[in-house]
């Protein structure tokens, strides 16, 4: 029997997608366990550098990526990096999420001990390229306005974008990414407000 | 189907069966992307790659696969593709995946890719799918890029910015800022998308009928 009239039989069908699928599956699996190391290895040399990235050079003497303590916030923990000069604890880092335009958008925060933001950075995010990207520092220096901010400076009710009557700009056409970034940096110092005790304390390890 | 001219095919791609300009397939992609030039040539750049390689693949399966379960088959075959894509890019090229990776999951939903598998590639050689797929790479590249400069140029009154952040420091001559230009944000907005490929559009028409008429002004005094 020839392909073209094998090719005809319902049995051929459903044969065919299956094949294609297992092939499709196989070849994905594949290349995820092959890629998972170095994209594990690339995520934590970004973890590295943005962490040193939002910390003001010099604040930090210790190995922070080692310094860390498990938080519960919401029933999910919370890595906290501790940064620490002489042994005296000087900022924590911490990451926050919040929903963006579309789809979840990863926030990284360095507060210090008097809960103001030393500085914040967008590590993850799928907003609309051209639009909402502009939270990432290198296409625009948006998120250095967060910097020194605390919950106190600004008042609560102005933490928002400035078309919700707050003080954080918004940008031209994309107002829901930078209120999802504002919301979670605000939640993030509310955290830290709340869990101080826990965050600081332990010498860590 | 013997059409296996290859002048053909690159006519085709770039300017008879343009992706955009001609098919006006994968404009959710376009309307989405162009709002600078850099990211419609990223997109442009990224699609291109997974069009060759999906259009010589399915070259290739084109004998084992039965008409009836074509469809599902290309889909799979090109999410499987474009997955590979973004994983391999995300772990090798970590640099550029952090510009590109954005666009990468996009070209799953281009319905070019889909579109070239159906009319061209089922039916040709593994060679002519493989330049087919080139050509109308090369040509939505260049749609992309078009209209994402003219958007750019209008919108924000820049050209190619962040092209460096993409191509390499060595990319960095291309980008141009006019002064003292605020920017029309309606252009940048998707109106300004849909205007602005409704005026090339209009444009190609003309071009195209112009050229029709010379050709048949070239033509009519052979035939007298």
Known sequence: MNLDTLRDKLGYQPLLLGVVALLASAALAVVSSATAPAIAAAEAKDLRDSLSDV???????????????DIDRDGKAVTVYRARRGGELQAVLFKVAERGYSGEIQVLMAVDMDGRTLGVRVLKHTET?????????????????????SLGDPAPEKWAVKKDNGVFDQFAGA??????????????LAFYAARKQDITAGSGS | MSDNNYGTIVKDGLWEQNVVFAQMLALCPTMAVTTSGTNGLGMGLASTAVLV????????IRKTVSDQVRIPVFVVLIATLVTIVDLAM?????????????????IVVNCAILGRAEA?????????????????????TGALTVIGLVREFLGSGTLFAQASQMLGPAFAFLEVQIPDYGGALLMI?????????????????????KLAARGEAAAAPATA
């Open chain 1, 55 to 69: 910390l003001p050079a010099g604040l930090a003497d210790n190995d922070f990526l080692k310094d860390t303590v």
């Open chain 1, 129 to 149: 390229p051209g639009l909402g990207d502009k939270v990432e520092l290198r296409k625009d220096d948006w998120v250095l306005d967060f910097n020194g901010k």
């Open chain 1, 175 to 188: 107002t829901i990414t930078p209120r999802a970034v504002v919301k979670a940096v605000k939640g993030g």
């Open chain 2, 53 to 60: 390689v999906s259009n010589i693949l399915v070259s290739i």
């Open chain 2, 90 to 106: 995300n772990a090798w090229v970590h640099e550029l995946y952090k510009v590109l990776g954005l666009f990468i999951a996009l």
């Open chain 2, 120 to 140: 061209y590639a089922v039916k040709n050689g593994v060679l002519a799918s493989a330049a087919d797929g080139l050509a109308m790479g090369i040509g939505f």
């Open chain 2, 189 to 209: 907005l998707p109106p300004g998308g849909f205007a602005v490929l409704g005026f090339m559009l209009a444009g190609k028409r003309i071009i195209d009928q």
